[in-house]
């Protein structure tokens, strides 16, 4: 069973930055694709980034592509998720997900079958 717990949240200007942290036990953490996800208030779960085993595969949300950077280190199997130029729109609670990369980049969170209990991340304007 794979445990998952993030961290990195908080209260933030806009323009600013943050980084969120992933860190996974009780699994073989370099088997999964990590996927970061979050849920604004009101709002369905979203897709906002994955990366791949090696970490050499990577696809992010449209609206945050040139701001955010997923990166992951398999010797400390743990994920990251970089935030710059953060907007009020990227207000949410984010959650990491492990899951399989199999044939196509998994964006949906059904291609997932492990997460974090969240965190929340604030961007005031």
């Known amino acids: 069973q794979v445990q998952l717990v993030e961290s990195g949240g908080g209260l933030v200007q806009a323009g600013g930055s943050l980084r969120l942290s992933c860190a996974a036990s009780?699994?073989?953490?370099?088997?999964?694709?990590m996927g970061w996800f979050r849920q604004a208030p009101g709002k369905e779960r979203e897709f906002v980034a994955t990366?791949?085993?090696?970490?050499?595969?990577?696809d992010y949300l449209a609206s945050v592509k040139g701001r955010f950077a997923i990166s992951r280190d398999n010797a400390k199997n743990t994920v990251y998720l970089q935030m710059n130029s953060l907007k009020p729109d990227d207000t949410g609670v984010y959650y990491c997900?492990?899951?399989?990369?199999?044939?196509?980049?998994?964006?949906?969170?059904?291609?997932?079958?492990?997460w974090g209990q969240g965190t929340q991340v604030t961007v005031s304007s």
């Open positions: 997900a492990a899951g399989l990369w199999v044939n196509r980049v998994p964006r949906n969170q059904h291609d997932y079958g492990y």
């Open positions: 990366i791949s085993p090696s970490g050499g595969n990577f």
């Open positions: 009780g699994g073989s953490f370099v088997i999964f694709a």
